[in-house]
């Protein structure tokens, strides 16, 4: 399952997610430390791992 980066609104901790994509398009995050879903997602860079040799 992705993995989405996100900041609690009420509590200001940030965390990693694990979401469905059903999930991420209903806005559904909720802060693992408070339990709000007053939630802001973060946007960062990723890699992506093959296992293909370029």
Do not use: R, W
Not at 25 to 51: D, R, V, W
């Amino acid at each position: 399952m992705p993995m989405y980066d996100y900041k609690c609104l009420d509590c200001g901790k940030e965390s990693l997610v694990v979401l469905t994509l059903k999930e991420h398009e209903a806005g559904i995050a909720k802060c693992p430390a408070c339990n709000s879903t007053n939630t802001k997602q973060l946007y960062t860079s990723f890699i992506a791992h093959t296992t293909k040799k370029s």
